[in-house]
């Protein structure tokens, strides 16, 4: 199994989930301004959608989708426990937490990145950032994780969309609840793990 990625992207998510499920895997990273791999490979080439992250399986079969990747690499290795089975409510309420990250939050970040990173259309996404912090730090008041005791692949997506508070010039601090958790989150082994192989342990953060 090979996962593309871009350190401390969206990509690091799927990285958490192959290290907490104890996968052997490759990575290889992707510049996102150029398209180039690691490798000096054309990623273009490679996914049609030209981000990350993606899986590449062991018959060579393609994932995109971050949603997607963390759940198949949860349901492959179900002693991990990192998602509940398949057809549970508590499954049900997994994805309900994954969607409202993925379309809420995650996607809310990606015009900071861009040339249009100073706009009011920006300036509008980082009020909708704020009020995902709102909701998620009040769901998260009492609780470990986001589903409870247990770790699950939303915490490892959570975390990483988290990461990105400094490029949305927020101040974690402002929510408590919200800065313990990703302190937590950021000390599991696993995380630090993936962190490392991406190279962001000693750098600063995006
Ligand atoms: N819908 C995709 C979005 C993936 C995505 O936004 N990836 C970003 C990095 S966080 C990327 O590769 N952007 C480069 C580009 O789109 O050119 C998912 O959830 O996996």
Redesign the pocket.
């Known amino acids: 199994m090979k996962l593309y990625y871009?350190p401390g992207?969206?990509?690091l998510s799927p990285h958490i989930v192959l290290c907490e499920a104890g996968y052997k895997y490759d990575a290889e990273k992707?510049d996102?301004k150029t398209?180039k791999t690691e490798a000096g490979k054309d990623f273009s080439a490679i996914s049609d959608?030209?981000?990350?992250?993606l899986l590449i399986l062991d018959n060579g079969e393609q994932l995109?989708?971050?949603?997607?990747?963390v759940q198949y690499l949860a349901d492959q290795k179900p002693e991990s426990n990192l998602a509940p089975k398949n057809g549970t409510m508590e499954r049900v309420r997994l994805q309900e937490w994954l969607n409202y990250i993925?379309t809420e939050l995650?996607?809310s970040?990606?015009i900071l990145?861009g040339p249009e990173a100073k706009s009011t259309a920006a300036e509008i996404n980082v009020g909708k950032i704020k009020k995902c912090y709102d909701y998620i730090s009040a769901k998260l008041q009492g609780k470990k994780y986001l589903m409870g005791d247990q770790f699950t692949v939303a915490d490892a997506y959570l975390f990483t969309i988290l990461g990105w508070h400094k490029a949305a010039n927020i101040d974690l601090a402002s929510w408590p609840v919200l800065a313990e958790y990703h302190k937590r989150i950021s000390e599991r082994p696993k995380v630090q793990e993936a962190m490392k192989a991406e190279g962001l342990l000693n750098a600063k953060a995006a």
Do not use: D, R
């Open positions: 871009n992207a969206c990509s992707v996102l398209k959608k030209g981000a990350v992250p995109s989708e971050g949603v997607a990747i993925a995650h996607k970040h990606s990145f």
